[in-house]
């Protein structure tokens, strides 16, 4: 018999109508750094991916967001799709809706992918431009940082604001980290749904006081799950291969966020328009 996990949300509702899905209590972005191999093949890489993720899903994960700005359309779609259908077989699992699905930047190709959300980063489409190519169905998310105003995000149905601690995934980010008082102070300065991104593991969100985090919808990450270090997250790395120890960091991830953020996915419908 498989043993049972505590989940990170189910979701409610799929993204359609004017409802729109945004994440659960805890989202994470792929690593970012899924490379085309010498012969011209991004398969390996996707495969890679593929199985980390569905590690990460067995341990509780519901929610995803699709980053590999170095893949080109076509192999960023599959392994889009690849993880839309892993997420829709937590249907299967007792939950009556499929997990959430983000893509980042990729505003072309999320509906094709299933996608929930578009995200989008720094050199993105303005959320404004963004919703008259993506429509009014899909939830759209936007990166914050400190010092921004409601002018830089307005309009976006959830924020990833960053970085509260030292990314584990990337050095020499030159942002001053705001720590979990910093995260929470900006959550509560808009109405905005904003989950804390950067640095952020299972013993982070342990040690946080109770209560402290009340402000934040939840949080974001890339290296606290799926490993750290120079050669942590690429598609042939030992470190997407450790699929035990994936699902074991996405469990306690997700016991550690059950501490501090309300379980359900949010459904927003024309709030932040």
């Not at 889009?80 to 980042?104: F, I, N, T, Y």
């Not at 190709?109 to 959320?127: E, I, K, P, Q």
């Not at 904003?194 to 969100?205: D, S």
Request: charged share 20%.
């Amino acid at each position: 018999m498989t043993e049972a996990h505590p989940v990170a949300g189910e979701p409610q509702g799929a993204a359609t109508g004017d409802a729109r899905r945004v994440p659960p209590c805890l989202v994470v972005l792929s690593p970012g750094t899924l490379q085309r191999a010498r012969g011209g093949s991004s398969e390996a890489a996707i495969a890679a991916l593929e199985r980390a993720a569905a590690a990460a899903i067995s341990g509780g994960v519901r929610a995803l967001i699709v980053r590999e700005p170095s893949l080109e359309d076509g192999a960023f779609l599959e392994l889009a799709l690849r993880l839309r259908a892993r997420l829709d077989d937590v249907r299967g699992e007792g939950l009556s809706e499929r997990g959430w699905l983000g893509v980042h930047d990729r505003l072309h190709l999320a509906g094709t992918a299933g996608a929930d959300a578009v995200h989008l980063g720094g050199t993105s489409l303005a959320v404004g431009p963004a919703r008259s190519v993506v429509g009014s169905s899909l939830a759209i998310g936007a990166s914050s940082h400190l010092g921004d105003t409601g002018d830089t995000f307005a309009g976006a149905d959830y924020l990833l604001h960053a970085p509260v601690f030292e990314p584990t995934s990337k050095s020499g980010h030159g942002r001053v980290t705001l720590g979990w008082s910093g995260a929470a102070d900006f959550a509560a300065s808009t109405d905005v749904p904003v989950l804390a991104l950067g640095g952020v593991t299972a013993e982070h969100l342990t040690e946080a006081e109770p209560g402290s985090l009340a402000a934040l919808h939840g949080v974001a990450l890339i290296g606290g799950l799926w490993g750290t270090g120079p050669e942590s997250i690429d598609g042939t790395s030992r470190s997407l291969a450790d699929l035990g120890g994936i699902s074991r960091r996405a469990t306690d991830l997700v016991a550690a966020c059950a501490r501090h953020f309300s379980v359900p996915v949010a459904e927003v419908g024309e709030a932040h328009d």
